[in-house]
């Protein structure tokens, strides 16, 4: 059984047109929007570093 490849993930310009279209047409808001994604992603990526540990260690 083959697998199917990932399908290629959005570009920076669909995910804001997207957001844009989310907030109808609100750029302020689609803005806000993107950053309160943005500081949850940051938020999900740091809190994993100390989980992982530092590099070389075992």
């Known amino acids: 059984m083959q697998s ?3 399908p290629a993930p ?4 669909q995910v804001a047109d ?3 279209a ?3 047409g609100n750029e302020a808001a689609a803005r806000l929007l993107l950053a ?3 500081i949850a992603a940051a938020r999900s990526i740091s809190s994993g ?10």
Do not use: V
């Open 4 to 6: 199917r490849p990932d």
């Open 10 to 13: 959005p570009d920076a310009q």
């Open 18 to 20: 997207k957001a844009l």
């Open 22 to 24: 989310d907030c109808g």
């Open 36 to 38: 309160h994604q943005l």
């Open 49 to 58: 570093y100390p989980r992982l540990g530092s590099p070389g260690r075992s």
